[in-house]
């Protein structure tokens, strides 16, 4: 019988049970994040996700216009923009880091659905020189403490380099894949999870948009598949409304589900973190 890992991310179990509870802080600054971080843990959030993409800090730092106007974008690619990127990354951690519930930092890029469009060379960058200031002197223990994970995107090229050195930290990976456009053919999606797996991630998850129910269906059957086969948790979403019932479906499987507390969504289709935890409680196999 294979046996999955489980995750210890502070005090929640990942891949044990029920789907963990993450509500993604958007700011978009760190005081904003720090207020939809106390609200996401009073209401029951396993994981709180830091979307660093949509802080107004990163962004600018890494040249998007971050003013009502489309103004504001100072910064940019390369070394600079790197280091104030991370220094306003960290800023936000140090603000959420004790709200009472495990971190997952994530720089979502564009070509994924967020707000940072990266060259591959620099998305690394910032996560290696990110990991480096949440373990070493520009952090604090308190956010060495509260970050548990880090969201890796595969298609950018850099999972094993980021796995290495984020397991050096004693730090968890999430393998990350996103199709804000359509369901892949499952034979992408199986090969797009087992990538994961391959190069050091310690949890696979992939989000994609469905066309239909058919769509939904085939990420299902997907996801349930992979964390039979696979020997790290799996989480495996379907955006939007008609993706929303993979949100509270814990009899395929999935290590982790989004919802929202006091914040916007950080994904369309994401149920409010009240009603994921009732149905969740309800349809518990
Ligand atoms: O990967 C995910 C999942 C997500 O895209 C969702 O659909 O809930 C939301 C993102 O913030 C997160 O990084």
Request: charged residues 15%.
């Amino acid at each position: 019988m294979k046996e999955t890992r489980t995750l210890r991310w502070g005090g929640a179990r990942i891949g044990a049970g029920a789907p963990a509870i993450v509500v993604s802080l958007t700011g978009p600054g760190p005081a904003e994040a720090a207020d939809q971080a106390r609200s996401a843990v009073a209401a029951g959030a396993d994981v709180l996700e830091l979307r660093l993409d949509l802080l107004d800090g990163v962004a600018r730092a890494l040249g998007e216009p971050t003013g009502a106007d489309g103004s504001g974008g100072s910064g940019g690619s390369g070394e600079a923009g790197t280091a104030e990127a991370c220094r306003a990354a960290l800023e936000a951690c140090l603000a959420v880091a004790g709200a009472g519930a495990p971190l997952l930092l994530t720089c979502r890029t564009r070509a994924e659905g967020g707000r940072v469009a990266l060259p591959d060379g620099d998305y690394e960058a910032l996560l290696l020189s990110l990991l480096e200031g949440v373990a070493g002197t520009g952090g604090t223990a308190a956010v060495a403490a509260a970050v548990a994970a880090i969201d890796v995107e595969v298609e950018r090229g850099c999972l094993a380099a980021v796995a290495a050195a984020a397991h050096g930290l004693g730090i968890d990976v999430v393998g990350s894949f996103h199709d804000v456009v359509a369901t892949p053919p499952d034979a992408r999606m199986e090969a797009v999870l087992s990538a994961m797996a391959s190069h050091g991630a310690d949890l696979a998850k992939i989000a994609v948009m469905p066309a239909d129910g058919a769509d939904v269906v085939r990420l299902l059957g997907v996801g349930a598949r992979a964390q039979a086969r696979l020997s790290i948790p799996v989480a495996a979403i379907s955006m939007g409304a008609l993706g929303a019932v993979s949100r509270v479906a814990p009899v395929f499987g999935s290590a982790l589900t989004f919802a929202v507390a006091s914040g916007p969504a950080s994904a369309p289709g994401q149920l409010p973190i009240e009603e994921v935890r009732r149905v969740l409680a309800l349809l518990a196999p």
